[in-house]
């Protein structure tokens, strides 16, 4: 008989909370490097002390105009959308038990894509249209993808096959709108279903921060109740967790995540995908769900992705759709043949 004792708070051993005490804290200081390089960099380059500089309150002049109005918004966008964007690939995989149980392989951002193009067939325009098609269209793909994955309580493989399927079907649909519209609006709706952060303003970006925060309020109940329904839906029940309760609660806020991001820029894929398993491997959990290193991981991937976006090219800024397609298409084809390999 042994005597070693070994101690888990929270379902990870000391050494593996302070590692991912660790991690947590350079992925935030990464983070921060990320911000400081998007308000510096750009066509009037600045240094790290005139950006700290024309971010005090009593600032004024043109390097203000340049930092605050014009770079700042889209630097706290891409650190909100990536961060909502890791939470949301982290609900759905720890709902679905399944690396692969992300937002946009199980069709909800192709569901927001349709509702943009939905809004456009009815005669909508601006914005608050388009956002609204974005939200309803999600909302919408997650409610059929769920009734029709729900039998004798719901499976997370069960989830994404009918997710790819219904996403496959959005895609026809989107496809045969761009066939059929008229130019001008089928490339509008074609430069918006890239996903991009061309054009990010205060006013969208401020409503999206009240947005997220409503959502995260409710990540410290969801939390605890994860990591139970991790162990099994009978192993969850015998603790007192209201399974298919805290399912429904799940798809829910993980939908709300990606509505806040597809409501603004357009459909991102990859980082939801992508952001959990990263922080998994970062932090030394394992099949543990990790919530605020998955947020910290989306984060930095779409800042680091928007920085490349905008100054990969000489003269021509790119729709961070595209940068994070590429990167995720190679990290997919790594997830895929690592998989094969363990079965």
Same mark, same amino acid.
């Given at each position: 008989?042994?005597?070693?004792?070994?101690?888990?708070?929270?379902?990870?051993?000391?050494?593996?909370?302070?590692?991912?005490?660790?991690?947590?804290?350079?992925?935030?200081?990464?983070?921060?490097?990320?911000?400081?390089?998007?308000?510096?960099?750009?066509?009037?380059?600045? +240094?790290?002390?005139?950006?700290?500089?024309?971010?005090?309150?009593?600032?004024?002049?043109?390097?203000?105009?340049?930092?605050?109005?014009?770079?700042?918004?889209?630097?706290?966008?891409?650190?909100?959308?990536?961060?909502?964007?890791?939470?949301?690939?982290?609900?759905?995989?720890?709902?679905?038990? @399944?690396?692969?149980?992300?937002?946009?392989?199980?069709?909800? @951002?192709?569901?927001?894509?349709?509702?943009?193009?939905?809004?456009?067939?009815?005669?909508?325009?601006?914005?608050?249209?388009?956002?609204?098609?974005?939200?309803?269209?999600?909302?919408?793909?997650?409610?059929?993808?769920?009734?029709?994955?729900?039998?004798?309580?719901?499976?997370?493989?069960?989830?994404?096959?009918?997710?790819?399927?219904?996403?496959?079907?959005?895609?026809?649909? @989107?496809?045969?709108?761009?066939?059929?519209?008229?130019?001008?609006?089928?490339?509008?709706?074609?430069?918006?279903?890239?996903?991009?952060?061309?054009?990010?303003?205060?006013?969208?970006?401020?409503?999206?921060?009240?947005?997220?925060?409503?959502?995260?309020?409710?990540?410290?109940?969801?939390?605890?109740?994860?990591?139970?329904?991790?162990?099994?839906?009978?192993?969850?029940?015998?603790?007192?967790?209201?399974?298919?309760?805290?399912?429904?609660?799940?798809?829910?806020?993980?939908?709300?995540?990606?509505?806040?991001?597809?409501?603004?820029?357009?459909?991102?894929?990859?980082?939801?995908?992508?952001?959990?398993?990263?922080?998994?491997?970062?932090?030394?959990?394992?099949?543990?769900?990790?919530?605020?290193?998955?947020?910290?991981?989306?984060?930095?991937?779409?800042?680091?992705?928007?920085?490349?976006?905008?100054?990969?090219?000489? @003269? +021509?800024?790119?729709?961070?759709?595209?940068?994070?397609?590429?990167?995720?298409?190679?990290?997919?084809?790594?997830?895929?043949?690592?998989?094969?390999?363990?079965?």
């Amino acid at each position: 008989m042994s005597d070693t004792i070994v101690l888990r708070v929270a379902g990870a051993s000391p050494r593996s909370s302070l590692r991912a005490s660790a991690v947590h804290g350079l992925l935030l200081l990464l983070l921060l490097g990320c911000l400081l390089a998007a308000l510096s960099m750009g066509s009037r380059p600045l +240094t790290p002390v005139e950006v700290i500089a024309a971010l005090a309150p009593d600032a004024h002049g043109p390097n203000r105009l340049v930092v605050v109005e014009w770079r700042a918004p889209r630097a706290v966008a891409a650190v909100l959308f990536g961060a909502c964007l890791g939470l949301s690939g982290a609900l759905f995989q720890s709902l679905t038990r @399944n690396p692969l149980g992300s937002p946009d392989v199980i069709g909800l @951002n192709t569901g927001a894509h349709t509702g943009v193009v939905c809004v456009l067939l009815l005669g909508g325009g601006g914005h608050a249209a388009s956002a609204g098609g974005a939200v309803l269209g999600g909302l919408g793909a997650a409610l059929l993808v769920y009734l029709l994955a729900l039998r004798q309580g719901m499976r997370g493989f069960r989830l994404i096959i009918v997710g790819i399927a219904i996403s496959a079907m959005l895609t026809s649909v @989107n496809t045969w709108f761009s066939v059929k519209a008229d130019l001008d609006m089928a490339l509008r709706v074609a430069v918006w279903g890239a996903g991009t952060l061309n054009g990010a303003a205060w006013p969208p970006v401020a409503v999206s921060v009240v947005g997220a925060a409503l959502l995260v309020l409710v990540m410290p109940v969801l939390g605890p109740r994860m990591r139970q329904l991790e162990l099994g839906d009978d192993t969850a029940s015998m603790s007192g967790v209201p399974v298919e309760r805290t399912k429904v609660l799940m798809v829910v806020v993980g939908v709300g995540f990606t509505s806040v991001v597809t409501a603004v820029t357009g459909p991102i894929s990859f980082v939801a995908l992508a952001a959990p398993q990263i922080a998994r491997r970062l932090t030394g959990r394992g099949g543990t769900v990790d919530p605020l290193g998955a947020a910290l991981v989306g984060a930095v991937l779409l800042s680091t992705a928007d920085l490349v976006a905008q100054h990969a090219l000489p @003269n +021509t800024v790119l729709p961070v759709g595209a940068v994070t397609v590429c990167l995720g298409g190679a990290y997919l084809v790594w997830l895929l043949v690592r998989e094969s390999g363990r079965s």
